[in-house]
Every structure is written in structure tokens, then in C-alpha cells.
């Protein structure tokens, strides 16, 4: 009948609808994805070790502070995972303080075996040991309550301590013993301990 035609009309009407929103939702959904994957050409050149410029994570690490990093994490019984902004940072803070980030990655092994929340008996904090009341007008302006105990905060605050060092005393290796506070040491102790642990490290990272 005409009454019945008009409905299976209208049945196969709102199911066309229906499949229309369907289909438009998954290639919204599908762009969306497409949208948050990065591009081939970013993919390419992290592969490749070459830095991506992200507003959010730090630049990818070069091979040689990879396999330091691997080294590390072996030597101390560490996550890999947790070692990476620990490294990421040090070669940030590195460029920015034209200092070797492997030279910082090695304090931090001298000072604190790679533990955050490290303190000496003189009150020295962080990977770095940092004295805070020393150092309060390096404290970066992003940086959160305690800055000193924060693995990225305190790794740009000791690059900082230690490029003055370097700059007033004069050379890298008096740098670090004043770095130290060991200027008396006639026999460079502290200097000496660093640069065979970052000579160490780099060693490492060239097999």
C-alpha cells in the first residue's frame, strides 16, 4: 500500500543519515589521529640522531650520552626510563652553559650516585649538591617548590655554579675545585675524580 511504501521510505531515509554521520565521524576521527602521529620526516630525523625542535620535550640525546646513559643505568641498577631527563637536562643545561654535558652527567655521579634527593652534611642538595643558601638567585623562574631536590632544576642551577666557577677561577680544573670547595687541595683531587669518570663515560660510549 501507499502507507507503507512512504514508511520503508522513511526507514531507509533515516538510516542513510544515520550511516552519513557515521562515516563522517570516523574521518573526523581519523584526521584527528593522522593530526596527533608525527610526520615522517620528524620520525627520519630522530632516527638519525639530528635534534627536532619541540616545545615540549627537550632535544633527542646523541648517541654518545645514549650509550653513557645505558652505562649508567648498568653501573648504579637505575631505570633507563628514569635516567633520561636526568640526561636530557644535562645536555640542555651543557649547550646552554657552553659546558660538556658529559662533564655534568659525570658530577652528578661524583656528587650523588645519581640520586635526587641526596643531601651532605653541610646541607648540599640534589644530583648536583647544590648548597641552597648559597645559590638562591639561580634558581630558575619555572622552577617548583623545592628546585634543589628537582633533577631538572637542580641540574641547571649546578651547570650555573659551576660555569662562574669555572669563569672566576680561570681554568676547567680549578673551576671544579672551587666547584668543590677544595681550592686548598694542591693535589686536585675532586678535578681529577670528575675527569676520570667523564673520561671513563665517554670511553664507554665510543664502543
Known amino acids: 500500500t501507499r502507507e507503507h511504501l512512504i514508511k520503508r521510505l522513511l526507514a531507509g531515509l533515516i538510516a542513510g543519515i544515520a550511516l552519513t554521520n557515521v562515516v563522517s565521524h570516523r574521518f573526523e576521527l581519523l584526521a584527528s589521529l593522522q593530526a596527533a602521529l608525527p610526520s615522517h620526516s620528524s620520525s627520519a630525523a630522530e632516527s638519525a640522531g639530528t635534534d627536532v625542535s619541540d616545545p615540549v620535550r627537550p632535544p633527542a640525546l646523541t648517541p654518545p650520552m645514549r650509550l653513557a646513559l645505558d652505562s649508567v643505568a648498568r653501573r648504579y641498577r637505575v631505570s633507563n626510563q628514569a635516567l633520561v631527563p636526568i640526561f636530557e637536562t644535562a645536555q640542555v643545561a651543557g649547550r646552554e652553559r657552553n659546558i660538556d654535558p658529559m662533564l655534568l652527567i659525570a658530577i652528578i655521579s661524583v656528587e650523588s650516585g645519581f640520586n635526587p634527593y641526596s643531601q651532605s652534611i653541610v646541607g648540599a642538595q640534589g644530583l648536583m649538591q647544590v648548597i641552597p643558601r648559597f645559590h638562591q638567585d639561580k634558581i630558575p623562574e619555572w622552577a617548583g617548590a623545592q628546585p634543589f631536590l628537582d633533577p631538572v632544576?637542580?641540574?641547571?642551577?649546578?651547570?650555573?655554579?659551576?660555569?662562574?666557577?669555572?669563569?672566576?677561577?680561570?681554568?676547567?680544573?680549578?673551576?671544579?675545585?672551587?666547584?668543590?670547595?677544595?681550592?686548598?687541595?694542591?693535589?686536585?683531587?675532586?678535578?681529577?675524580?670528575?675527569?676520570?669518570?667523564?673520561?671513563?663515560?665517554?670511553?664507554?660510549?665510543?664502543?
Do not use: P
Not at 681554568?171 to 677544595?182: I, N, T, V, W
Open 153 to 207: 632544576s637542580n641540574i641547571h642551577i649546578g651547570s650555573q655554579v659551576l660555569q662562574d666557577a669555572i669563569r672566576r677561577q680561570g681554568s676547567l680544573m680549578m673551576g671544579l675545585q672551587h666547584y668543590a670547595g677544595a681550592l686548598d687541595d694542591e693535589e686536585m683531587g675532586y678535578a681529577n675524580k670528575v675527569m676520570a669518570e667523564r673520561n671513563r663515560l665517554m670511553q664507554l660510549s665510543k664502543r
